[in-house]
């Protein structure tokens, strides 16, 4: 009987902790940071390619430099879209860079990628430039770019190898959404949660 009792008001209790934080912003966000642990650096804005983009981004992990321009490379009109990437933590880290780019109506224009190679990431304290990361546009679609989106993802393991809690492997599966609930839910209710 004082289980029954117990296990509702711990029913009853967890939609008010829940809520505190906001249900569409509060819990989803901790259950992604709990499925999905992957770091990133993320950007957008406005931007004059004859001038140049020069951005800064930085977080405990990792440090990034984006330098883009149009230009011309053996003749042809390109978009810049270099990088530098700085491992700052104490482990080797993979890494993946997007940069798009649109006209003013959001139409995409031109993208580049571009990503760690290798068997074991960037090593700590150590950095890597990209130079090649090159669009060859024509002219006419170069003038008409206004803004930019860039993207970098990290990890220790390789970017697209992550594997989402309580799937036993899988990437999706019935039930990993609540398994994560369950675990988010006794990391906050130590000892009160059951099964």
Not at 35 to 49: E, H
Not at 90 to 100: G, H, P, T
Not at 117 to 132: A, Y
Request: one cysteine or more; a positive charge; proline letters at 3%.
């Amino acid at each position: 009987m004082f289980r029954g009792m117990f296990t509702a008001r711990i029913l009853l209790l967890i939609p008010a902790v829940f809520g505190t934080m906001g249900w569409h912003s509060g819990v989803k966000q901790v259950l992604a940071d709990e499925i999905n642990s992957v770091g990133k650096l993320a950007d957008s804005g406005k931007c004059d390619l004859k001038k140049g983009v020069t951005k800064k981004y930085v977080d405990k992990r990792m440090a990034l430099e984006m330098k883009c321009k149009a230009g011309t490379f053996f003749g042809r009109t390109i978009v810049k879209a270099n990088a530098t990437i700085t491992n700052k933590s104490a482990e080797s880290l993979y890494y993946q860079y997007y940069v798009i780019f649109r006209d003013k109506k959001g139409t995409l224009v031109g993208c580049a990628s571009q990503g760690s190679s290798g068997d074991e990431g960037l090593p700590p304290n150590d950095e890597v430039r990209f130079g090649g990361c090159l669009i060859e546009l024509p002219a006419g679609e170069i003038r008409k770019i206004v803004s930019y989106e860039m993207i970098l993802y990290y990890d220790n393991k390789r970017i697209g190898e992550q594997k989402k809690k309580g799937d036993d492997g899988k990437t999706t599966g019935k039930g990993a959404l609540q398994k994560a609930a369950l675990e988010t839910a006794r990391r906050m209710l130590p000892k009160v949660v059951e099964e």
